[in-house]
């Protein structure tokens, strides 16, 4: 697939060029607001803006239309940290999926990938930041030299994604546009890190950020300015002011499709239209057409309403599947159309016993596959399915769906089926075989059996889920209790083991191919809610954490790992369910249902969404991959 990669990119690069010289874009369309600012000196011509090969959107094969400019997109969020959504949703990338879930190269005009090990990436000729300046190879340069090789900021070193059994890559300026990246064998893991809905930015604006790097100024005064912002030296003010994912920083030059600008702390957002996007429609019209993204904070649990009141032009996130009915009643009064995507998750909802929590009597348990198993068992999914989701999802645990190519039922079905005698039985043999007078179980040091559950506190619909859980758990002796507490102190506690079961949704990778990376099923990252010091540990190449000291974990590690420097699509394949079987089989995380609905509101005016879609977070990026800069409003 890769060594394709780089030959159909030639080929597109060869028409777009041929494209351009024949005039095919002479008739090319930009924003009014755009022209005029043309008309009046403030911004070069459009030609002189686009790269002299642009992104052409297939409008046929992705079924769109040729829009109209204007137009603002109202979103709401439940928190100014979803700032970060705006990344997610608006989607340029290195290299990025196509709807169809192909990978084409997006920023970067070529991707040729020799051997599974080196990757030369070409840059689109006259592609520019935000701010007009070229984005070139020193760009690559200077993250690479520059941050990930200085000693202040670049402390972690270079991600796994980009690290072999160990080993950075050899990284090379060819010329102004290209660089390569070598490693001795093979890297499967980049190409889709670089795709991913939060990617691996393996680049920085240098012009922009030199200006807060000591080696290009006078460290001592960038010190005094730091420490006079409350940071410790120079290299925090450079990590706050160059953040790709979440852009606070009005400042920073940009390549996605809107640009921010309003400086947090906010409750409203105005991202406007990049005036250097690379994109054009198949008539040559310069993306986007809306002007700007609005990005509205409100309590998440005010959403729902909101979006049915028609504050909103195009709605997902906080919204769930028990709004759908009042969502459609409201359609017509506040003209929008609510549509039903499917979600991509292994697990709508799932619970992640924590096998590094800090009590030695519940590690011991944690880390039992039987005291796993009987959690696992003891839960009715038929039963939160009619519940909760009205009969339209499938139980399940957590696994990849259906629509998977590697997909295999006995994935889901395993230890999943509710079966209380067994769960008891297991729990029994699990040295849980004492009970109180109120039929709790007691542990092996004669304290009840009672977990507590620990959420984010940012779903209703994990609550009802935990509520039926609750439940059905009684009847094998054990006692719930719910914690909610915001994201960020959820994360920690986890992180520093001080949960015992955490729930949050499933496998993002639920739709996953043998191409994507296997990472979720194994301890490779700390945001891993059931191993996070054994994440941490990989993370870091063993700088931090604990190290892995279960056999069928470890074994998960080994097979990334093998999946790393696999060859061939077969071997990768393999690889991807003999960690899929161990996964469900030792219950690492505990899934209830998945392929559920998610609802989409979508605002009447707004064009070019489709009204079927994969709402998840990878590989589609919620709206990323059906690309919002090809939305347009009817006038």
């Known amino acids: 697939m890769n060594r394709v990669l780089g030959v159909r990119a030639k080929k597109l690069a060869a028409l777009l060029v041929l494209m351009v010289s024949t005039g095919a874009f002479a008739n090319a369309g930009e924003a009014p607001g755009l022209a005029e600012l043309v008309k009046q000196n403030k911004l070069p011509p459009l030609e002189d803006r686009l790269p002299k090969n642009p992104y052409v959107v297939d409008y046929k094969k992705e079924n769109k239309s040729i829009g109209q400019y204007g137009g603002q997109l109202r979103l709401l969020m439940g928190r100014a940290k979803d700032l970060g959504q705006i990344t997610v949703y608006t989607y340029a990338r290195l290299i990025g999926f196509t709807p169809s879930l192909d990978m084409k190269p997006d920023l970067l005009e070529s991707v040729d990938v020799k051997d599974g090990r080196e990757f030369t990436f070409k840059i689109r000729e006259g592609h520019r930041w935000s701010d007009g300046e070229l984005f070139t190879s020193e760009d690559f340069r200077y993250y690479w030299e520059d941050m990930i090789g200085n000693e202040q900021l670049g402390r972690a070193g270079p991600s796994s994604f980009m690290r072999v059994e160990g080993e950075p890559p050899k990284f090379e300026v060819l010329d102004e546009l290209t660089v390569r990246y070598t490693w001795a064998k093979p890297n499967p893991a980049f190409l889709p890190a670089l795709a991913g809905p939060s990617p691996l930015y393996i680049y920085r604006p240098a012009h922009y950020m030199k200006q807060f790097h000591a080696k290009y100024g006078d460290e001592e005064k960038l010190n005094k300015i730091a420490r006079d912002a409350g940071s410790k030296d120079w290299s925090g003010i450079h990590t706050r002011k160059q953040r790709q994912r979440r852009p606070e920083n009005p400042a920073l030059p940009t390549l996605q499709s809107w640009m921010n600008t309003t400086a947090p702390p906010s409750q409203r957002f105005v991202f406007t239209r990049n005036p250097f996007f690379h994109r054009v429609d198949t008539d040559g019209n310069q993306l986007p057409y809306i002007d700007e993204l609005i990005m509205s904070v409100a309590s998440k649990d005010v959403i729902p309403a909101k979006t049915g009141a028609g504050e909103t032009d195009l709605q997902a996130r906080y919204l769930r599947f028990d709004n759908f009915t009042f969502l459609k009643e409201a359609e017509d009064k506040n003209g929008f159309n609510t549509y039903l995507w499917s979600t991509g998750k292994g697990s709508q909802v799932a619970l992640y016993p924590n096998m590094n929590t800090n009590d030695p009597v519940w590690r011991g348990l944690m880390r039992d596959v039987r005291f796993r198993r009987a959690l696992s068992l003891g839960i009715d999914r038929d039963e939160i399915n009619e519940t909760i989701y009205f009969g339209l999802a499938n139980p399940s645990a957590n696994t990849v769906l259906p629509q998977s190519p590697l997909y295999k039922s006995e994935f889901a079905s395993a230890w999943a089926t509710l079966d209380v005698e067994m769960a008891n039985t297991l729990l029994d043999d699990a040295g849980l075989g004492a009970r109180d007078d109120d039929g709790v179980r007691l542990l092996p040091n004669g304290e009840r059996a009672e977990i507590t559950i620990e959420s984010a506190g940012e779903s209703t619909e994990e609550s009802d889920v935990l509520e039926l859980i609750a439940d059905h758990w009684k009847a094998i002796g054990i006692k719930v209790f719910i914690r909610s507490s915001q994201r960020d102190i959820f994360r920690r506690r986890a992180n520093a083991g001080e949960t015992l079961i955490s729930v949050f949704f499933g ?88 392929n559920s609905r998610q609802p989409v509101v979508v605002s009447k005016k707004l064009m070019n969404v489709p009204e079927e879609g994969i709402y998840s977070w990878e590989p589609t990026a919620y709206f990323g991959v059906y690309r919002p800069d090809t939305f347009w409003f009817k006038k």
Request: proline share 6%; aromatic share 10%.
């Open 507 to 594: 496998l993002n990778a639920g739709l996953a191919s043998s191409q994507l990376s296997p990472e979720e099923l194994a301890p490779t990252a700390q945001p891993q809610l059931q191993w996070p010091k054994w994440g941490q540990y990989f993370e870091t190449n063993h700088k931090a954490g604990e190290p892995v000291d279960v056999d069928e974990a470890a074994k998960q590690v080994e097979r990334y790992n093998s999946w790393l420097l696999a060859e061939s699509d077969e071997e990768r394949t393999k690889i991807w369910q003999d960690m899929l079987h161990t996964y469900t089989d030792q219950v690492f995380s505990i899934g209830t249902v998945n």
